[in-house]
């Protein structure tokens, strides 16, 4: 067929030699996937088991990371989301109906919070929100149309480390699925499968992205019955992810072990320094004895991230506070974490049941792979105008 010049814009001749190998997983884009002829096509979302149909349900760049997260997770499949807490929402929406009941720690990621009582209740669905310290205890609160326990171990911004094994005990015994937000161990300091969890979550968005330029969530399950859940449920919810972002994310995955460690070792380091000082009360660092619930940390995790807290003994005011993070030159102040530049932000815990209420007297670190002694000269010196 003769083509116009406007025709050879869509449909071209042109060859390129074959043959190219590289070490990076190209990325795929596309909205239409092409079927080989008509009786071929087929809206089924689940692409292991079809093939590819629709990029709303993944292109190879993000079947890619879906599969390497949960080759790393040690779970049975994976689905990616847009963020975290897009994850978060997924997991809810596809696994509850009107009339169930969830269990929620009270120190938990506060959107996800937020998603239980301003827009769960509205479909009614009940939450109650336990002392993440509960343990076996969890088995009380328990009700019959309980669906879901929720975990988040180390809790945001308070970091208790929660007792996983007696809490899957307890669910599992009345038939209760459960659910960790594993995001602080990057998915690969916590087995949470060999734990007995049923579904992770982890926002790709801090470890595994690793440089604060993507947002990305990922669910991993432990058996095909829950996948097809998932799966159905964000086919109709429509919540795609970009092949960029999981290039992006491909690329992080690669350093992950060595970011992780150096920003593990800093991350100690800067966490026992500021236990010395006079100003501090507690510091809240999972590896350290001075965080509720360390005793689990040492028994379950292998390792630990770079997010921790600090409370200040009694004294400063909310203003002294925000001085003392305004003084930091090296750390910055923004949400999100896991990125390569130290971040600090000051928190004012309101009282919620079953959470320790530090009011205005915590802030909550980010350890970046800036040099630990120039982290700690920048804390020092913000602490001294702090006494000022
Ligand atoms: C523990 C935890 N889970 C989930 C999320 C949500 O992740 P995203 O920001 O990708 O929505 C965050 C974000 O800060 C988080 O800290």
Redesign the pocket.
Known sequence: MTKSWKTKLIHTDAKIPEGYRSLSFPTYRGSTTLFRSADLATDNWDQWQVGYTYGLYGTPTVLELAARVCELECGAHTILTP??????SLINLALLQSGDHILVPASV?Y??RKLATRLLSRFGIATDFYDPFIGADISALIQENTRLIWC?SPG?ITMEIQDLPAIVAAAHARNVRVVL?N??SAGVLLDAFAHGVDVT??????YIGGHSDL???SITVRDDALYQRLGAAQQVIGCAVSPDDCSLALRGMKTLAVRLSAIETSALAIARWLSGRPEIERVLHPALASCPGHEFWKRDFLGSSGVFSIVFKPGPTQQHVHAFVDALQLFQVG???GGVASLANAYNIGRFPGRPSYGHRIVRLNIGLEAADDLIHDLEQALRKLAA
Do not use: F, R, V
């Not at 963020?83 to 978060?88: L, P």
């Not at 979550?201 to 801090?206: E, L, R, S, Y």
């Open positions: 963020g975290g807490q897009a994850a978060i990621y959107p996800n988040e945001s937000d995001t602080w979550m982890q926002a790709i968005t801090k947002l990305l969530g949400y999100s974490w």
